[in-house]
């Protein structure tokens, strides 16, 4: 569905800057061993310490549970990552607290471990990347805008599940989260990756993100880690009324987009900010 259709306009919310996302580069890696279509993940236990100060509790059944050894290892450059999104304008401690409790360095290759923390996308293979933790924070929170404090989204779908870390974090904020991945191998990886974090309310599926999960909609929220001209019409159909769909729009110039649905046949849209993106691809390899 082409933008022009979608009707209204707007602006960032005033008194948070608004930085342009690192743009989105890749390298690739050895492929993982493919295998089934959707993955459950096991259940999950609670972080063995609680939230710091300032940010809102994570839900006890999502919380992830990583080595002790590697909670030390991160948890100050986690802090630091977190205070640093909070200075870039995010306001959302549920959004903050689930920053903060997603190790992000267990999503990358060991060799880029040392800059897991830093605000720029790395290269997971296949020409794709993880997102900046900045961006990852504000699509979430400019998904979940209206939510009172502290509360969690009903069902979400990302489209673009990459590594798994984004998905993590939503996993975090909404109580049931579907994710789409059109390459084999990172829809693999990110089942690796996650599977240790034993997230029982996410669901991973190897399929053609741009036809959405029509078989579970409506979705309380969408969220789209690759850059289209436009936005699929399969998808805003899908987005239950009163719901956001935040992703990136646009080729050499890319600007996120939230787009609400006021009715069965009616959507409103907004530009946030500059941004930059893998382009959005249908199919499946």
């Given amino acids: 569905m082409p933008l022009s259709s979608v009707t209204g306009s707007g602006t960032r919310r005033p008194g948070a800057p608004a930085p342009v996302a690192t743009p989105q580069t890749a390298t690739r890696n ?3 061993t493919a295998a089934g279509k959707g993955a459950a993940l096991p259940p999950a236990a609670p972080l063995p310490s609680p939230r710091p100060p300032g940010y809102a509790q994570v839900h006890p059944a999502s919380a992830p549970v990583a080595p002790r050894s590697e909670l030390m290892a991160s948890e100050a450059v986690r802090r630091a990552m977190v205070a640093r ?18 190790p992000r360095h267990l999503f990358i290759e060991p060799a880029l471990s040392a800059q897991a923390y830093v605000d720029a996308s790395l290269p997971i293979g296949h020409n794709q990347t993880i997102s900046q933790p900045y961006i990852v924070a504000r699509m979430i929170e400019a ?54 974090l034993r997230m029982a309310n996410l669901r991973l ?29 399969a998808l805003l159909e899908q987005l239950a009324i009163g719901a956001h769909l935040v992703a990136p729009v646009g080729a050499q110039v890319q600007h996120l987009q939230r787009i609400t649905r006021i009715g069965k046949n009616e959507w409103a849209s907004e530009t946030l900010e500059a941004c930059h993106f893998v382009p959005l691809r249908p199919g499946t390899v």
């Fill in 85 to 102: 999104v909070a200075r870039q304008g995010v306001r959302d401690g549920t959004v903050l607290g689930a920053m903060e409790a997603v």
């Fill in 30 to 32: 050895a492929a993982h």
């Fill in 205 to 233: 599926q190897y399929g053609d993100g741009m036809l959405g999960l029509p078989q579970v909609a409506p979705f309380d929220g969408i969220i789209l880690a690759a850059a289209g001209l436009e936005v699929p019409r």
């Fill in 143 to 196: 998904m979940r805008e209206a939510q009172p404090a502290g509360g969690l989204l009903g069902r979400v779908l990302e489209i673009g599940t990459g590594c798994g870390y984004q998905a993590a974090v939503l996993a975090l904020v909404a109580r049931e989260v579907y994710s789409i991945e059109r390459i084999r191998p990172l829809h693999e990886l990110a089942k690796n990756n996650l599977r240790p």
